[in-house]
């Protein structure tokens, strides 16, 4: 049992190199069999060794987040390890808790019909569960894969479902070809899925599901490089934004100009005169900026981590300059635990730097808002780690909006994977909505993302730096984006009960 928890330990963490930087998108389709192999040879031992391998897989492909436990909150290496491996091993229980019902409850024959819906539903409750954490979603490494057509149709966590029907189908191809004599079914089996969605996912690919209308729109992104350290320091306040007005200086004929996550470094009511001359000198310009900034309403103790839009916005039918509360903005809904909001905040806060850290009590904006109006154009905005939310995004869309906008400050995680996996996530809402994605940052990864989740320009990062590019904008609707999340878990529920049917079949 050691040995095969220690063995599936490494594979688990193998697994990292799947998802951006190192983008190995065939990794699973090795790893995952052999997971699932494993699993299938032992009943007693399901949980702790799906656990071993799920422990190591979240150890390894968010150890990113260790290096702003680490630098920014004041905390000792072991402690911040500690952390690492408590978010890790809570993490790990999704997982291990899907393995375990399909093998208590479930004869391995029919795995390839149960697991997957089982997979999903612990996946939606890692995804929801106090806030949720949908992180590393093993889809995401699918977006350069053959199978990535399939994302318009059944979006990230459908394609996460298709990839363990595959794998597990393979696992117990090899498992059933040691244990018995029906092995050679099964392996036609195996193959004939591999086969069924790979080669669907060729021709999926000449589908076109969003058209170009023609037009295009000339878009400027600043990215500051402001370092962490130095980005609440009242003394930086005005350094940093005149930096990012330097760095605009040029770039005042494009359409929109996009600031980062809170790029302006004072709240809202304070910084009410700068974003006046922002305001005054993109409306002179005919162009539009939004830039993203923090906002408290000293009545209701209110804290908002803001995106404004500025300047020409083409829509409004008596357009009036910027004034303090302008509707023309949103604000953040899906908060990150922690570095914006801290739960049993009354008892963790006395206990170490990283629980009281700057802007760490904002309040949440409504779960549907207004598209941000931008130069005639909507923008669906996501802050950070809104993203990673589908049914959000979604949820935020209508029939005229132009792109999806995601700001953020990815400083936090230094030169690590993080912000190369946070890139990964936008392609997938690019490619699962078909809309175009702009993506602002700090520090990097700032990028331009067509509507078929390709990067189509990117900047440099940690570097002080400005990027534009016209982008394409088109009409059309992915059968994602219409119908959501419900026909896959129709599909799979049915799946589930089949193999129910033929479990009780094969019991009796």
């Given at each position: 049992?050691?040995?095969?928890?220690?063995?599936?330990?490494?594979?688990?963490?193998?697994?990292?190199?799947?998802?951006?930087?190192?983008?190995?998108?065939?990794?699973?389709?090795?790893?995952?069999?052999?997971?699932?192999?494993?699993?299938?040879?032992?009943?007693?031992?399901?949980?702790?060794?799906?656990?071993?391998?799920?422990?190591?897989?979240?150890?390894?492909?968010?150890?990113?987040?260790?290096?702003?436990?680490?630098?920014?909150?004041?905390?000792?290496?072991?402690?911040?390890?500690?952390?690492?491996?408590?978010?890790?091993?809570?993490?790990?229980?999704?997982?291990?808790?899907?393995?375990?019902?399909?093998?208590?409850?479930?004869?391995?024959?029919?795995?390839?019909?149960?697991?997957?819906?089982?997979?999903?539903?612990?996946?939606?409750?890692?995804?929801?569960?106090?806030?949720?954490?949908?992180?590393?979603?093993?889809?995401?490494?699918?977006?350069?894969?053959?199978?990535?057509?399939?994302?318009?149709?059944?979006?990230?966590?459908?394609?996460?479902?298709?990839?363990?029907?595959?794998?597990?189908?393979?696992?117990?191809?090899?498992?059933?070809?040691?244990?018995?004599?029906?092995?050679?079914?099964?392996?036609?089996?195996?193959?004939?899925?591999?086969?069924?969605?790979?080669?669907?996912?060729?021709?999926?690919?000449?589908?076109?599901?969003?058209?170009?209308?023609?037009?295009?729109?000339?878009?400027?992104?600043?990215?500051?490089?402001?370092?962490?350290?130095?980005?609440?320091?009242?003394?930086?306040?005005?350094?940093?934004?005149q930096k990012y007005w330097n760095l605009t200086e040029p770039h005042w004929n494009s359409d929109l100009i996009v600031?980062?996550?809170?790029?302006?470094?004072?709240?809202?009511?304070?910084?009410?005169?700068?974003?006046?001359?922002?305001?005054?000198?993109?409306?002179?310009?005919?162009?539009?900026?939004?830039?993203?900034?923090?906002?408290?309403?000293?009545?209701?103790?209110?804290?908002?981590?803001?995106?404004?839009?500025?300047?020409?916005?083409?829509?409004?039918?008596?357009?009036?300059?910027?004034?303090?509360?302008?509707?023309?903005?949103?604000?953040?809904?899906?908060?990150?635990?922690?570095?914006?909001?801290?739960?049993?905040?009354?008892?963790?806060?006395?206990?170490?730097?990283?629980?009281?850290?700057?802007?760490?009590?904002?309040?949440?904006?409504?779960?549907?808002?207004?598209?941000?109006?931008?130069?005639?154009?909507?923008?669906?905005?996501?802050?950070?780690?809104?993203?990673?939310?589908?049914?959000?995004?979604?949820?935020?869309?209508?029939?005229?909006?132009?792109?999806?906008?995601?700001?953020?400050?990815?400083?936090?995680?230094?030169?690590?994977?993080?912000?190369?996996?946070?890139?990964?996530?936008?392609?997938?809402?690019?490619?699962?909505?078909?809309?175009?994605?702009?993506?602002?940052?700090?520090?990097?990864?700032?990028?331009?993302?067509?509507?078929?989740?390709?990067?189509?320009?990117?900047?440099?990062?940690?570097?002080?730096?400005?990027?534009?590019?016209?982008?394409?904008?088109?009409?059309?609707?992915?059968?994602?984006?219409?119908?959501?999340?419900?026909?896959?878990?129709?599909?799979?529920?049915?799946?589930?009960?089949?193999?129910?049917?033929?479990?009780?079949?094969?019991?009796?």
């Amino acid at each position: 049992m050691w040995r095969s928890c220690i063995l599936l330990f490494v594979l688990g963490a193998s697994v990292t190199f799947a998802f951006a930087p190192f983008n190995a998108w065939w990794l699973p389709f090795v790893v995952f069999p052999i997971w699932f192999y494993i699993q299938a040879g032992t009943r007693e031992h399901s949980f702790k060794l799906a656990w071993c391998f799920s422990f190591a897989y979240f150890a390894a492909g968010i150890s990113w987040i260790h290096v702003s436990i680490a630098e920014h909150g004041g905390l000792p290496l072991i402690v911040s390890i500690a952390m690492m491996a408590v978010l890790s091993a809570y993490l790990a229980l999704f997982p291990a808790i899907s393995m375990y019902l399909c093998n208590r409850f479930s004869n391995k024959r029919v795995w390839p019909l149960t697991l997957p819906f089982i997979w999903l539903i612990l996946e939606w409750l890692r995804a929801n569960f106090m806030t949720g954490f949908p992180w590393l979603s093993v889809a995401y490494s699918q977006i350069d894969g053959p199978l990535s057509a399939w994302i318009p149709l059944v979006g990230e966590i459908g394609l996460s479902a298709i990839l363990i029907m595959i794998t597990v189908n393979l696992g117990l191809n090899l498992r059933l070809k040691r244990d018995d004599n029906t092995w050679h079914l099964h392996g036609i089996q195996s193959v004939f899925v591999a086969l069924v969605f790979s080669i669907s996912g060729y021709v999926l690919n000449d589908i076109n599901w969003s058209q170009p209308t023609g037009e295009t729109k000339k878009v400027t992104i600043v990215q500051g490089n402001i370092e962490q350290t130095v980005r609440w320091v009242p003394e930086q306040d005005r350094p940093t934004m005149q930096k990012y007005w330097n760095l605009t200086e040029p770039h005042w004929n494009s359409d929109l100009i996009v600031w980062p996550e809170a790029a302006i470094p004072k709240l809202e009511i304070a910084a009410t005169s700068f974003l006046e001359l922002l305001d005054e000198k993109a409306t002179e310009t005919n162009t539009a900026l939004i830039t993203g900034i923090v906002d408290v309403n000293y009545e209701t103790k209110m804290i908002y981590n803001n995106l404004l839009s500025l300047g020409n916005d083409e829509l409004a039918l008596n357009a009036i300059p910027y004034q303090y509360g302008h509707e023309n903005r949103f604000s953040k809904h899906h908060l990150l635990p922690i570095g914006e909001f801290v739960p049993f905040e009354s008892v963790l806060r006395t206990l170490a730097p990283i629980f009281d850290l700057p802007m760490s009590s904002f309040s949440r904006g409504d779960y549907v808002q207004p598209n941000l109006k931008a130069n005639g154009m909507l923008l669906a905005p996501a802050i950070c780690f809104e993203i990673a939310f589908p049914n959000q995004i979604r949820a935020n869309l209508n029939q005229d909006t132009d792109a999806i906008i995601t700001v953020s400050n990815d400083a936090w995680f230094g030169d690590s994977h993080g912000p190369h996996q946070h890139l990964e996530i936008a392609q997938m809402r690019a490619k699962e909505f078909g809309l175009p994605v702009i993506r602002s940052t700090n520090t990097g990864i700032t990028a331009f993302i067509d509507h078929t989740g390709k990067i189509v320009s990117i900047a440099s990062q940690f570097e002080d730096t400005t990027l534009t590019q016209d982008i394409q904008l088109v009409k059309g609707d992915t059968p994602y984006r219409i119908f959501g999340n419900s026909p896959t878990y129709l599909f799979f529920f049915a799946l589930f009960i089949v193999g129910f049917f033929i479990h009780r079949k094969i019991r009796t």
